[in-house]
């Protein structure tokens, strides 16, 4: 079992920007496909941005051209980058990982129960 833990969630003014950050002490994630799933009570978690190994990420209509996934697999770490923040964003973010099992996973990144790994969440608020 993977443990990730976020961090980086707090309250920003519209417009505003954060760093999430989803680390995994102890495990190595370089064989991982992670992505960053924004839940609203209520609702079901839909993918903010999903990277398959070393690919350039992938993100959801919304979310494209203001965040930027990275990750650091030296520091067994994923990051969300979220710029030009919109009360719309506001949402507790989880990350999540699972193994790297072949290119399907280009067709899966965005679809969270493919992924059986996840963290504890980290609040975002985004006031107007």
């Known amino acids: 079992q993977v443990q990730l833990v976020e961090s980086g969630g707090g309250s920003v003014q519209a417009g505003g920007s954060l760093r999430l950050s989803c680390a995994a002490p102890g495990d190595s994630l370089c064989n991982y496909n992670m992505a960053w799933f924004p839940q609203v009570p209520g609702k079901e978690r839909e993918a903010a941005a999903a990277?398959?190994?070393?690919?350039?990420?992938d993100y959801s209509d919304s979310t494209k051209g203001r965040f930027t996934i990275s990750r650091d697999d030296a520091k067994n770490t994923l990051y969300l980058q979220m710029n030009n923040l919109e009360p719309g964003d506001t949402a507790m973010y989880y990350c999540?990982?699972?193994?790297?099992?072949?290119?399907?996973?280009?067709?899966?990144?965005?679809?969270?129960?493919?992924?059986?790994?996840w963290g504890q969440g980290t609040a975002v608020t985004v006031s107007s």
């Open positions: 990277i398959v190994r070393y690919d350039a990420g």
């Open positions: 999540a990982a699972d193994r790297f099992t072949g290119s399907i996973w280009l067709s899966w990144r965005l679809i969270p129960s493919k992924y059986n790994h």
